[in-house]
């Protein structure tokens, strides 16, 4: 078990972590393979929305609108066919829409009593400032894609989070969802990290690639990080 005393900021993933992307990316995808005759399963298309995503933020650095409408781009040359600007522009924004997990707002407010909350993001600024709405917390700092220039697992983007929490290492605690995204180079630079398994009942990696990485404490949600958080001694 962690021992929560050693640490007084929190840092967390925001999406698959505390807002529900896989639903959300669902939800946007839907009608557009509707429109163009095509049938895939929920997990078929996280999958390779996964593959088609990461593999774009690999390259230079792109707003993640762009991220997004080229991932539909991918998606539509795969499975062909091509969708339409409108299509492309909706995806791209469709953040907007994606909802917080159930548990989110709340766990956060509880953590929040005790931490420190800042939020690290493969996300745009004017993006993320619609999931903030739905998880109801003032955050201490908010560390974008956009500001980063890059994107997780960048090593850079945890690097600018260590210099603007002005923690050393030991003090910082890194909340997760991906272990590709977060949890694997977090640990490479030293980093304490919780795994939030929100995946815990289903098979595979859904819309993060593959990786390996071993987390310093794992929970099926937000709920039962706040539960061990706030009850330690």
Known sequence: MLNFNQFDT???DCYGTLI???????AALRPVLARHGVTRSDEEMLNLFGEIESTIQRGPYRPYREVLAATIDGIGERLGFKPSDDERTAFGGS???WPAFPDSAEGLQALGRRFKLVILSNIDDDLFAYSAKRLGVEFADVITAQQAGSYKPNR???????ERTGNQPE???HVAQSLFHDIAPAKA???TTVWVNRRHDHPGFGATPPA???????????????????NSN
């Open 10 to 12: 929190l840092s967390f």
């Open 20 to 26: 529900d992307w896989e639903a959300g990316i669902i």
């Open 95 to 97: 953040v907007e829409h």
């Open 156 to 162: 850079h983007n945890f690097e600018l989070l260590l």
């Open 171 to 173: 003090r910082l605690l």
């Open 189 to 191: 630079l030293g980093l």
């Open 212 to 230: 390996e990485a071993t987390p310093d404490l794992e929970v099926p949600d937000l709920r039962t990080l706040a539960d061990l958080a706030t």
